[in-house]
């Protein structure tokens, strides 16, 4: 089984009523196939923005992995992202107190977790690709997300930070 990535992925969704508003997908990557680095990946007003560390980083990290996650199926046309790369992307994970990370006039913020449980997934689709998923899940109850100094509207229903989080391709059958 070998390592695609290792880090953290803390995220949120806001919605109003029952549609999807915005995104935001933290990543503090620290060993991958691409390299270590950090990313903040946004979706609102139908413009997908990934403010990077590494433009090959953040465009690996949108094809392979935030483009195929459950959060948005069909809502999102990712093949217009708008990549910025630079080096002040912030992403601090605290599994004691939530999230902080900023890039490009956006703020997240997710507040502390309600619980913190161990999650192994052993066949996570992405596309047409299964990866096996381990990491700490911790759910939160608060976030928001701020553009350029304004709070974008929503509640959000699925806030969550992803520590200790290793994406790999499963075994081979019979290993």
Not at 45 to 63: A, D, I, N, P
Not at 144 to 150: A, F, K
């Amino acid at each position: 089984m070998s390592v695609r990535l290792a880090g953290a992925n803390p995220a949120v969704v806001l919605f109003d009523g029952d549609r999807p508003v915005a995104l935001a997908s933290a990543w503090r990557v620290d060993w991958s196939e691409r390299g270590a680095g950090r990313a903040l990946v946004t979706w609102y007003q139908e413009k997908v923005s990934v403010f990077c560390t590494s433009r090959e980083l953040g465009q690996w990290l949108v094809e392979d992995f935030v483009r195929h996650f459950p959060d948005l199926p069909g809502v999102v046309r990712w093949e217009a992202a708008e990549y910025v790369v630079d080096d002040d992307v912030q992403v601090v994970v605290d599994l004691e107190r939530g999230l902080s990370a900023r890039g490009g006039g956006v703020v997240v913020e997710i507040g502390p977790p309600v619980a913190r449980r161990a999650v192994v997934i052993p066949e996570f689709a992405l596309g047409p690709v299964t990866n096996r998923l381990q990491l700490v899940y911790a759910p939160s109850e608060t976030a928001s997300i701020t553009v350029d100094g304004v709070r974008l509207g929503g509640e959000p229903r699925h806030a969550f930070l992803a520590e200790a989080e290793v994406w790999s391709h499963p075994a081979p059958a019979g290993a």
